[in-house]
């Protein structure tokens, strides 16, 4: 009520990402403050509290933040008081980098859906893992990295690029997503390559480490691919998925088509993805039969959508885009009226 009725008007009469920005100051601000967590407590946190065990991590509830809305490390314990049950912060980086020009975030409210090209934008893996050294949280917090967005990083200087936000991340986090299906990148071609998979994963080394590791794939990734790149993953010890990533896909959509040629680039998220996001998801648990865990997140935005991830087969669910159109409120719904696996 207090969102949709009183903060959207305001919030969506400013470009996408100036909201963005200023969503962040707020957070970040309450994530130093006892006091402005205690009343962001009061107004969106509490609801039932379904607490959930995966990889020997206790999740207060199944209800997760997704990667990309706090890409800097610096709202977790914000998001703890707002009622979330665990947060992804990242992507992260090697190098810092200030991702593409702006603008660079889109609505499309016909479509309760978004359109991003951040381009990987972050402060850089050190400066973040520092921050994140002493946040004193109670909830499980995972660190999703990424290669740096810089063409002239490829071959083995990608992978020791990846490798070192792994490394650094492992003294941090209670679990790694390791994102291999950004779209945003100058380069175009993602570690969604069956080889580039293979050699990744084989220098990250999970085996060798108690944090479990997990892997994002695309929306756009077709049920072959899937097959192969799980086959690959299992290989390495990954623990868990993360199911998924934005579309590249502009079919089927009620915003106009000028309206969406003068947005150009970027990865689909929101109500537009939801479907097809749920049915990775079915792919990903007729391959895995339930032997991994599964993080679903592409589209939900109510009860129904969340519902549909769970009987897909997702075990915990994230949201982003959801949150931009129906407010924190959403967490709350999401716990007391989704039935979780
Ligand atoms: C503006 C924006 C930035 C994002 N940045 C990242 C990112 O850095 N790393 C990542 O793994 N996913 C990123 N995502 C993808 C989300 O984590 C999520 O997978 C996707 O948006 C689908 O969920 P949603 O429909 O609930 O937003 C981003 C999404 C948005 C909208």
Known sequence: MLYKNLLKPVIFKKDAEEAHDLAIKISSAANYSVLLQALASIIYGGGKNIEKKYWGLKFKNPIGLAAGFDKNGTTPKAMEALGFGFVEIG???AKPSKGNPKPRAF??????????????NNEGTDVIIDRLKDQNLSIPLGVNIAKTNDASIH?????????????????VADYITVNISCPNTGEGK?????????????????????????VKFSVDTEKKVLQ???DICENYNIAGYVATNTSSSRDD????????????NGGLSGAAIS?????????????????????GVGGIDSVESAQRKVDAGANLLQIYTGLVYEGPGLIKKLKNETDFR
């Open 91 to 93: 992507s992260i980086t």
């Open 107 to 120: 609505r499309l409210p016909d479509d309760n859906s978004l359109i991003n090209r951040m381009g990987l």
């Open 155 to 171: 071959g083995k200087d990608a992978i020791s690029d990846y490798t070192y936000s792994y490394e650094k991340a492992l003294s």
């Open 190 to 214: 993602t570690f969604e390559d069956p080889e580039a998979l293979t050699s990744l994963l084989k220098n990250l080394n999970p085996s060798a480490n108690e944090i479990p590791t997990l």
């Open 228 to 230: 192969k790149l799980v």
């Open 253 to 264: 959509l009620n915003t106009k088509k000028s309206a969406l040629s003068a947005i150009g």
């Open 275 to 295: 479907r097809k996001s749920d049915a990775v998801i079915s792919t990903l648990y007729e391959i895995l039969q339930g032997s991994k865990p599964i993080i």
